[in-house]
């Protein structure tokens, strides 16, 4: 029996559990569209392709599931493209299915087709940042190039694949036996873990450390592995730092959770794991801002410390720091394992007390430090305050995207996190642009959890068309706009280093140019307040989170940068005998 390419490619996806397909339309993809009719799985459209890869990695990443992107050929993709390489260097899967140039106008240079140095050749723009790219030659081809990107999208290190579609292929009939061949093949495959002498190494050296410490990152979340990291370190009362993309793998709360490192890491953080003889890195990559530029004044002393490093993926380990024990391998298995010889070694579990109320105290000092900037009724207001009172308002298990500026560095610095994967933020791309879209594919993976977007005017002001798809698809997220008139935190940077703010800072006449974002959402149909005074925004909050519509707060926010214990060697660049960070623009 013969069917349509695109038919049967909605009824794999179909097979495969996938429920929402997100995209936009061109002649390239409308055959696969059109099979869309009469499936259970929704499209969901949106206004530009980069809106739809972020709202696709927020969906992967809220869901714990791969997600599947639709692009046209040519500026689709290309539009696409930010949003696929943001997913790809955090490490999430998705597989992009684009339409391409039809197979039979190869070398023709056909409508829209990218073509300067070589022929139907567009899927080489994402070469560099998806695991692999396939174009699909023949329609017999294609049952197993498709179930290969997925399987690949989804093992080892995670990440994005492209599957670029002739589009008269699409429309081509193939032997229904082909994707039948393909079902039998497992959907999942088994991970990669350590043996018990591995494991018994690795307890024993941390427990005859003189000061071990457990750095942790966004591999945790990925491998679903945090109730296994808690059990470890609640029994064995080891310190726990973490990277921005670790941040609420263990909640800030528990009693040995330190706190970010790095850059927009506190000096009580940074000194912990500078000090630290033996330092366990898990799911962590050590990436640049949160190992202070890897130069050992500020956040790592390797070698003088030791390392011991666990990843999926083996590339990363020994990149930026040589590990003294380097384990490839999934971190769920692993932390089992871990577990498991912890508990036969020390059945009652180890016990440092002198640490817990050392870190007890640290937060308390810290709080106490940014009170005052908490209870400031100034106007526009302290991000602090802010920050604050989005987390007064929040249930625990509140699902918080961000953006790029104070957004992310203070949410990572100040704004406690409780439950494991509940902050979505753009790590090792930092993505303009990447919060306010992808709230929206959080709020479509878990629709019974709250979902803010902590955003500054700068990342909103680049697409507010996500709007049209909030309200389209009835996806009530409530979006805090950090409007300080600015792209914020290059502005301190310009100010701090060149003593001005050309290119910066918004302005007409020279005066601040500030859009009313709340307008712009009611004009979408959308909720849509602006804050007039620090005492309004906590009520207007509380109204959005409880209205169950998407709702705008435009909150005015003064240019004050996030307070920094460590260092980017940006600085060094710019001011190579100063010691200057960032200062205020206000």
């Given at each position: ?5 695109s ?46 890869a972020h ?6 990443r ?7 992107l ?9 539009n ?10 955090d ?7 684009a339409g ?20 139907a ?15 699909v ?21 995670p ?10 292929i ?8 082909l ?9 999942k ?12 190494q ?60 790095g ?15 033996y ?8 990436a640049?801002?949160?190992c ?24 990363e ?28 070694l020390?059945p ?10 050392e870190i007890?105290?640290?937060?308390k000092?810290?709080?106490a ?11 526009p ?5 802010i ?22 560095n203070?949410v990572?610095q ?12 753009p ?19 878990c ?25 389209e ?13 600015a ?8 100010k701090?280093?060149?003593g ?7 302005r ?9 974002y709340?307008?712009?959402?009611r ?35 003064m ?5 920094t214990?460590g ?20």
């Open positions: 029996m013969k069917d349509l390419i038919h049967q490619l909605v009824k794999y996806l179909e097979d495969r559990g996938v429920t929402h397909l997100f995209g936009l339309c061109g002649h390239t993809n409308i055959a696969v569209l059109s099979a869309l009719e009469k499936s259970s799985i929704k499209f969901i459209n949106t206004r530009h392709e980069q809106v739809a709202i696709a990695d927020g969906y992967a809220a869901g714990k599931q791969t997600a599947v639709l692009s046209h050929l040519g500026p689709g993709l290309t696409a493209s930010t949003g696929v390489a943001n997913a790809a260097l490490s999430i899967p998705m597989v992009v299915i391409d140039v039809p197979s039979h106008y190869y070398g023709k240079h056909p409508h829209q087709e990218i073509n300067l140095h070589a022929d050749s567009q899927s080489e723009i994402y070469r560099p940042f998806c695991k692999r790219v396939w174009r030659e023949r329609p017999d081809l294609f049952p197993e190039i498709i179930e290969k990107a997925f399987q690949l999208a989804e093992s080892g290190r990440g994005p694949v492209l599957v670029s579609v002739p589009m008269d699409f429309s081509m009939e193939v032997d229904v036996a994707f039948d061949r393909v079902k039998p093949h497992t959907r495959l088994r991970k990669p873990s350590i043996d018990e002498q591995t494991a018994t690795i307890i024993e050296t941390l427990v005859n450390a003189k000061s071990p410490l457990l750095y942790v990152g966004g591999g945790v979340v990925l491998a679903d592995a945090a109730e296994e990291l808690k059990e470890f370190v609640t029994r064995m009362s080891f310190p726990v730092a973490h990277s921005l993309m670790g941040k609420g793998v263990l909640p800030d709360d528990h009693p040995f959770t330190l706190g970010m490192t850059f927009w890491g506190t000096k009580f953080v940074n000194g912990k794991c500078r000090d630290a003889d330092v366990f890195g898990l799911g962590t990559r050590f640049e801002a949160d202070s530029s890897w130069e050992s004044e500020y956040t790592f002393n390797f070698p003088g410390s030791k390392l011991i490093h666990i990843d999926i993926d083996p590339s380990i020994g990149r930026n720091y040589p590990a003294e024990i380097g384990v490839v391998a999934d971190l769920k298995q692993a932390l089992v394992v871990l577990n498991r010889v912890a508990k036969k020390y009652e579990g180890r016990r440092n007390d002198t640490l817990k109320e007890a105290a640290y937060r000092d810290f709080v430090g940014n009170q005052k900037h908490v209870v400031n009724d100034a106007f207001m302290r991000p602090e305050r920050l604050a009172a989005v987390r007064e308002v929040l249930p625990r298990d509140a699902i918080i995207t961000t953006d790029v500026g104070w957004n992310k203070g990572g100040q704004f406690p996190v409780y439950t494991p994967g509940s902050i979505l933020t790590g090792g791309y930092a993505t303009m642009g990447f919060g306010a879209p992808a709230a929206i594919g959080a709020k479509i993976a629709p019974n959890r709250v979902v803010v977007s902590l955003v500054g005017d700068g990342g909103f002001g680049q697409n507010p068309a996500l709007l049209a798809t909030a309200m698809e009835n996806v009530p997220v409530v979006w805090v706009i950090m409007n300080n008139c792209y914020g935190t290059i502005a301190g940077l310009q701090a280093h060149y001005t703010t050309v290119g910066t800072l918004f007409k006449d020279g005066e601040p140019y500030n859009v009313d709340a307008a712009i959402a004009a979408y149909g959308a909720e849509g307040v602006r804050i007039e005074s620090a005492e309004e925004f906590k009520t207007v909050l509380e109204r959005a989170v409880n209205s169950g519509k998407p709702f705008v707060i435009d909150v005015a926010m240019n004050e940068p996030v307070p214990a260092h980017w060697n940006i600085m060094d660049i710019y001011s190579p005998d100063r010691k200057v960070h960032h200062v205020s623009t206000d």
